[in-house]
């Protein structure tokens, strides 16, 4: 059966620092993968999905970037945080767009908190 | 262009009642529709998904909807409540549009149950 792992669970870091939230995939091949923001209160926003290694399409402009180095794997990374980025962020999976019904499979989701 | 609106932000319920999540959707397309549950500090997980077969769909833990294209509607709802239930419930809706499936969430209701 598939699986979506993503880490760290939670993160609190401070203005001006880096980020990297990480996302990998098992027991499927190909997915399409997804990043969703999920701010306190709200719905969710997605920010990134991807069709294949490198392949990044965003969804909005904002101060993230998005890479996929493997098949499986997402990475959500920033070079320099901002209180705005603070924020429930969310990985997700699906399968090949034109063969599915578009339901998506989410990890736990990465807490993070910018002070 | 789609949209999905979820008409009520809370819903309070006293376990054992019955539980009625209202959903409506707009679709230039032939849509799929889907709820998701989540709780608190986690991921979305999927409860039922309507792909244009049977118009009553039947999901986990006792959750159901029914689609009324006329109505434009997928409301979600269970015959008794349980404690369990607690969470934010996300109505959504995906549509094959210029080539690739765009998922559109809702806003989401939080479901109370009181004991």
């Known amino acids: 059966s598939q699986t979506i792992h993503q880490w760290p669970a939670t993160l609190v870091q401070p203005v001006g620092s880096p980020l990297s939230l990480e996302c990998t995939v098992e027991?499927?091949?190909?997915?399409?993968l997804y990043w969703y923001r999920q701010a306190a209160g709200r719905g969710l926003q997605l920010l990134f999905y991807?069709?294949?290694?490198?392949?990044i399409s965003s969804e909005v402009p904002q101060n993230l970037s998005a890479s996929r180095p493997q098949d499986r794997q997402f990475i959500l990374s920033s070079k320099k945080l901002l209180l705005s980025d603070s924020g429930f962020y969310l990985c997700?999976?699906?399968?090949?767009?034109?063969?599915?019904?578009?339901?998506?499979?989410f990890g736990e989701g990465s807490r993070l908190t910018v002070l | 262009a789609q949209s999905v609106t979820q008409l009520d932000s809370h819903v309070s319920v006293s376990e054992g009642t019955p539980v009625l999540l209202r959903c409506n959707y707009s679709?230039?397309?032939?849509?799929?529709l889907f709820w998701y549950v989540q709780h608190p500090n986690k991921g979305l997980q999927l409860l039922l998904k309507?792909?244009?077969?049977?118009?009553l769909v039947k999901g986990i833990n006792g959750f159901e909807a029914e689609f009324k294209k006329s109505e434009t509607s997928f409301h979600l709802t269970k015959p008794s409540a349980h404690m369990s239930d607690a969470a934010e419930y996300f109505c959504?809706?995906?549509?094959?549009?210029?080539?690739?499936?765009?998922?559109?969430f809702g806003s989401g209701t939080r479901l109370q149950v009181q004991p």
């Open positions: 997700a999976w699906g399968g090949p767009l034109t063969r599915n019904t578009g339901e998506l499979f």
């Open positions: 027991g499927t091949s190909n997915p399409n």
């Open positions: 991807s069709v294949g290694i490198g392949q």
């Open positions: 679709s230039s397309y032939s849509p799929s």
């Open positions: 309507y792909t244009s077969a049977a118009t």
């Open positions: 959504v809706v995906s549509a094959r549009d210029t080539g690739r499936r765009a998922l559109t």
